[in-house]
Structures are given as C-alpha cells and as structure tokens.
C-alpha cells in the first residue's frame, strides 16, 4: 500500500522558514515524481513544486520560485520541500505528492498518490 506521510509544518512569523517532509512507503521517492501542492481556505489547490525522478528536472511556481527548495533523499525515501522567506501569503495546507512517469507534471489529476497534508501558517 503507497502510502505518504507529511511532517514539518507549523506557525512561523514571516521571513521565516520551515522544511516540510514527505516519508515515502510502498514506493521509491527515486522512481516517482514529487510533486508539492498547496490550498488555502476557500481556493483551489496549487501547485508549488515538482521534482522528477532523475532529480535533473525541477519546476516551480513563480511565487515559490528563489524561496522554496524541492529536494529527495533516496536513502531515507522522502522528499522535502524547504520554504524560506516565509510571507503570510503562504499559509495553506501543503500536500505532497507522487506519480510514476517519465515527465512531470503541475496539475492535480496527474498525481495519483496524495499525502495527508500539513498546515503552515505563516504571522505577519
């Protein structure tokens, strides 16, 4: 069963920073894409971040782009996903999320394996 589970999230004051985790079970974080999504209350859930499998192809968000940092540790199998310059427009459950493919991809639907998602909240 591929399961995800999510860890590091929390309350930060702004210009701060959090790394948020993705331990991965019933797959290998270094044969499946890592994507991270986002949704704050009333909106739609967004893409952050995407890591392929390879680790040579990285997308971001042009609001994560120069803060965030998506990375995998193959060793432990968990992705990460290290935000700084934390701005209170960042506040929203952060979600990670895996798809076995070549290529990556930056919407909902090509993600067939979720984590529970974490709350960041970020004070001004």
């Known amino acids: 069963q591929v399961q995800l589970v999510q860890s590091g999230g929390g309350l930060v004051q702004a210009g701060g920073s959090l790394r948020l985790s993705c331990a991965a079970s019933g797959l290998k974080v270094s044969k499946y894409v890592m994507g991270w999504f986002r949704q704050s209350r009333g909106k739609e859930r967004e893409f952050v971040a995407v890591?392929?499998?390879?680790?040579?192809?990285?997308l971001y968000s042009a609001s994560a782009k120069g803060r965030f940092t998506v990375s995998r540790d193959n060793a432990m199998n968990t992705a990460y996903l290290q935000m700084n310059s934390l701005k209170p427009e960042d506040t929203a459950n952060y979600y990670c999320?895996?798809?076995?493919?070549?290529?990556?991809?930056?919407?909902?639907?090509?993600?067939?394996?979720w984590g529970q998602g974490t709350q960041v909240t970020v004070s001004s």
């Open positions: 999320a895996a798809r076995m493919a070549a290529n990556i991809a930056i919407t909902k639907s090509g993600y067939p394996y």
């Open positions: 890591i392929g499998w390879s680790g040579g192809t990285i």
